[in-house]
């Protein structure tokens, strides 16, 4: 079965990028999709079909996908950034998820 | 404005089975197919399955071993996902979400339900 690979934590200062990868074998010849997840929260889609961002997503959340790896990249980054961030891909019809990534900002 | 609104917390005994709804509201109900993906605690996302609302197909995530059905009330824009033979590892919050382009079954997910816990025990 297909599956995603992502570093389980990421720190960044304040006012820095964060940049989260996402693995899986030929990712680029697919669509990936981020999730922003707060603690006792619901997933918000933050970037799909590799780069977009849904409307009420600020720009600094951009996306990029190529070859193998899929990042994302938050730009300028806050405190309430601060979340775990999962990666989503399609293998045919079958959904996959990331194991996730604790994004600190500190 | 679009809401997903799940049914409420369960609590099972080890070898039954549960039924979480999700009433939907504020656009087609027929036009997005709606995904359940779960949660175990301190765990990631696990995607499940999906359905399609208009003509009730889904598409199964095959590690469940044909323990889920989902079911769709067109009446009502409620999707349901039953999950049988329940086991304690089981236990997570259930989502509902419905993907973002209509009439597609694999898209990102732009709203969810706000879960269901399913304790197992």
């Known amino acids: 079965s297909y599956e995603l690979t992502q570093p389980p934590s990421v720190s960044v200062s304040p006012g820095q990028t964060a940049s989260i990868t996402c693995s899986g074998d030929?990712?680029?010849?697919?669509?990936a999709f981020w999730y922003q997840q707060k603690p006792g929260q619901s997933p918000v889609l933050v970037i799909y079909q590799d780069g977009k961002r849904p409307s009420g997503i600020p720009e600094r959340f951009s996306g990029s996908n190529s070859g193998n790896t899929a990042t994302l990249t938050i730009s300028g980054t806050q405190a309430l950034d601060e979340a775990d961030y999962y990666c989503?891909?399609?293998?045919?019809?079958?959904?996959?998820f990331g194991g996730g990534t604790k994004l600190t900002v500190l | 404005q679009v809401h997903l609104v799940q049914s409420g917390a369960e609590v099972k005994k080890p070898g039954a089975s549960v039924k979480v709804s999700c009433k939907t509201s504020?656009?087609?109900?027929?036009?997005?197919?709606i995904h359940w993906v779960r949660q175990a605690p301190g765990q990631g996302l696990e995607w499940m399955a999906w359905i399609n609302p208009n003509s009730g197909a889904t598409n199964y995530e095959q590690n469940f071993g044909g323990r889920v059905t989902l079911t769709r009330d067109t009446s009502t824009s409620t999707a349901y996902m039953d999950l049988r033979t329940l086991k304690s590892d089981d236990t997570a919050v259930y989502y509902c979400?419905?993907?973002?382009?209509?009439?597609?079954?694999?898209?990102?997910?732009?709203?969810w339900g706000q879960g269901t816990l399913v304790s197992v025990s």
């Open positions: 989503q891909a399609w293998d045919s019809t079958m959904g996959v």
């Open positions: 979400a419905r993907v973002r382009v209509g009439g597609v079954p694999g898209d990102g997910f732009d709203f």
């Open positions: 504020g656009y087609t109900f027929t036009g997005h197919y």
């Open positions: 030929k990712l680029g010849d697919k669509y």
